[in-house]
């Protein structure tokens, strides 16, 4: 096949987009609670991403994005070499790729991440992932493909319905949304 230079080639989806979707959330908790958590400075509530340090602190990286930009910062030495006790990915890396994305960023709309629609959002004990009610002090609220939620009952009355775990399906997503992930 010969690539038009003036056409963009369009490589085959090699994820689902149930799948992509589910991904993109779990990097999106880097950010909003974990190892990325520096990066909320920036006040977007679209960003994802993961953070990265090798053995002994040879390398460290984040690589993040939103719909719009994808950013890696990689620190490290040609020849291996340790960057020092406690030089990781969310340490030494991640104020270099915020510094940039600020720049980047500047002008470009959020994009929120909708999920799919056969994707559902239920509250689960953070512990245990069955479901369970918004009153549990271990209650979140995750992301599953439907019919791969775990089979559990929450807790009620039996036979009685519980509306904190009913699935909803979401809003359907505009019809860019799929090829605008990423």
Excluded: C
């Excluded at 291996?80 to 002008?107: C, F, K, N």
Aim: cysteine-free.
């Amino acid at each position: 096949m010969v690539a038009d230079k003036d056409k963009p080639v369009a490589a085959p989806r090699v994820l689902s987009p149930e799948n992509t979707f589910l991904m993109a959330s779990m990097m999106q908790d880097v950010i909003r609670e974990g190892t990325g958590k520096a990066a909320l400075v920036l006040g977007r509530k679209d960003l994802a991403g993961k953070t990265g340090t090798t053995n002994d602190y040879r390398d460290a990286w984040f690589s993040g994005f939103n719909a719009d930009v994808v950013t890696t910062a990689w620190i490290g030495f040609d020849q291996p070499a340790s960057l020092g006790r406690g030089e990781t990915g969310g340490h030494a890396a991640l104020p270099i790729w915020i510094d940039y994305m600020r720049v980047a960023l500047q002008g470009i709309p959020e994009k929120p991440l909708t999920p799919p629609q056969n994707v559902v959002r239920l509250t689960v004990n953070s512990e245990t992932g069955n479901p369970t009610t918004a009153d549990d002090p271990q209650a979140m609220q995750e992301y599953f493909i439907q019919g791969t939620e775990t089979p559990h009952e929450p807790p009620g009355v039996e036979g009685e319905p519980n509306s904190e775990t009913t699935p909803t399906p979401p809003t359907p997503p505009p019809d860019n949304v799929r090829e605008k992930l990423f």
